[in-house]
């Protein structure tokens, strides 16, 4: 039995009812596999969610509503699917991170107890992400969907004995999640939608400590907890002609709020009294961080029956991430807001789409991104600028009922010197990130019923 076809000969009332059973079943099964795949997703927000945006390199994003991923991408472009639709990406990517210390690193740094060198540090590898969404009409106006997926994050794991252990030797920072969404379409011309994403934040450090004592060698310090919040996700689609398109999206700001007691292991009797006398031992580590809210404008435009043109124009609140509320309940309770001077950044792309023939169906396209973080102020912890995308990508549709897609893009954030100084016990960091990069493969497939 075909359960992609809407139309039986026999029993068409019971059969409906099994392909509507069968439809949510997996999407059930394949929720909770997406959900654990994104949780170790890198970057911070990821316009690669396993779309085929990833082609365009975001290019048209939030006016291009041709498949299921506008549930998520902007849901009110969800009313122009008038079919069932599923997608299922697939996105691995693979992070260049590369650290290369310089004269002004000191020897607190990059020297090991016990006489041994520190490794230059870096942080190459895999990383599995992608996404899951869903569209289903209701009716000729309203249209209801779902998306799973992770577009928030970063993950890094150095070597332990890297020079800047002393500053992290691994962190996580990433939010994964579910959002259901709801769409109208007002007129032929202009559609609403909203979406409401439920996400689970995850917050990891491990820093090394410094227990002067080359006999004892280094100590470690690790932080870990979870959090729930919620963001929401708005979006108009608007065609004054066939053909042409403009997509506004907003999301929102969520807070996550993570504490934790600080988990010590291997600290020498020195610093154990240092953390004893100003009731640091046993204290619990409260951490609270802004998601930021982000606009994106785009344009879809079909110049002919083969070629189609996009662009996007973003602005993200990365400056009020910068303010992190940090309390620490101890004996000697203290609660400050540090300022980490992070700026809004900005986002441009252009891209096209050309029909090569019937079943084919190539992309490409280019994108901006200002950088979030002012001058010297780069931190091993988060080591992010400006980034340059270039992609490239292709569909195929292989029936009525099944297109396939693939494409690769270069996320290039070039060179980030890092000059850091946190005290004797951390010393001084200098250096370089070198060509830095991220390598995106993404892998799709939708099914409409």
């Known amino acids: 039995m075909n359960f992609g076809t809407v139309q039986f000969e026999m029993f068409v009332k019971g059969a409906d009812e099994m392909k509507r059973i069968f439809r949510f079943g997996i999407l059930g099964a394949l929720c909770l596999l997406v959900t654990v795949a994104t949780v170790e997703a890198g970057g911070l927000y990821l316009y690669e969610i396993g779309s085929r945006d990833v082609g365009l390199a975001a290019a048209g994003y939030a006016a291009r509503a041709e498949d299921a991923s506008t549930v998520f991408t902007n849901p009110a472009g969800m009313t122009r699917l008038k079919r069932p639709s599923l997608m299922l990406g697939a996105q691995p990517m693979y992070l260049h991170l590369s650290f290369n210390p310089d004269s002004g690193t000191s020897s607190v740094a990059s020297d090991l107890p016990l006489g041994g060198a520190a490794d230059d540090g870096d942080s190459n590898g895999w990383m599995p992400a992608g996404g899951l969404y869903y569209v289903h009409p209701v009716n000729d106006k309203l249209s209801l969907g779902l998306a799973v997926t992770g577009y928030f994050g970063l993950s890094l794991d150095y070597q332990n004995d890297w020079v800047g252990r002393y500053y992290v030797q691994n962190t996580t920072l990433q939010a994964a999640g579910v959002q259901p969404a709801i769409a109208w379409q007002v007129n032929d011309q202009l559609s609403v939608g909203a979406g409401v994403a439920v996400l689970n934040g995850v917050m990891k450090d491990v820093v090394a400590l410094n227990n002067v004592d080359p006999l004892i060698g280094d100590g470690q310090l690790k932080y870990k907890d979870t959090d729930w919040t919620t963001q929401f996700n708005l979006g108009i689609l608007y065609e004054p002609v066939q053909g042409t398109r403009f997509g506004l999206t907003y999301l929102s700001e969520a807070d996550l709020n993570f504490s934790d007691k600080v988990s010590l292991k291997g600290v020498g009797p020195g610093l154990q009294a240092i953390m004893d006398n100003t009731g640091r031992t046993g204290a ?4 609270g961080i802004k998601m930021p809210q982000a606009v994106m404008f785009s344009v879809y435009h079909q110049c002919t029956d083969r070629l189609a043109l996009m662009a996007n124009l973003g602005w993200q609140d990365w400056s009020q991430f910068g303010y992190v509320d940090i309390g620490v309940s101890s004996v000697n309770s203290t ?44 931190s091993p912890m988060l080591p992010v600028g400006e980034t340059w995308r270039f992609a490239l990508g292709s569909s195929y549709d292989w029936s009525q009922n099944l297109t396939l897609g693939a494409a690769y893009e270069l996320a290039w954030g070039g060179d980030l010197d890092v000059n850091l100084n946190r005290g004797p016990l951390a010393g001084q960091l200098s250096g370089t990130y070198e060509n830095v990069a991220i390598h995106i493969v993404s892998l799709n497939a939708e099914w409409r019923f």
């Open 335 to 378: 609660s400050l807001t540090i300022d980490a001077n992070f700026k809004d950044t900005w986002h441009v792309a252009l891209g096209g789409q050309y029909r090569l023939s019937e079943p084919w169906l190539l992309s490409a396209g280019i994108a901006y991104d200002s950088d979030m973080i002012k001058g010297s102020n780069v």
């Open 284 to 287: 619990q580590l409260d951490i």
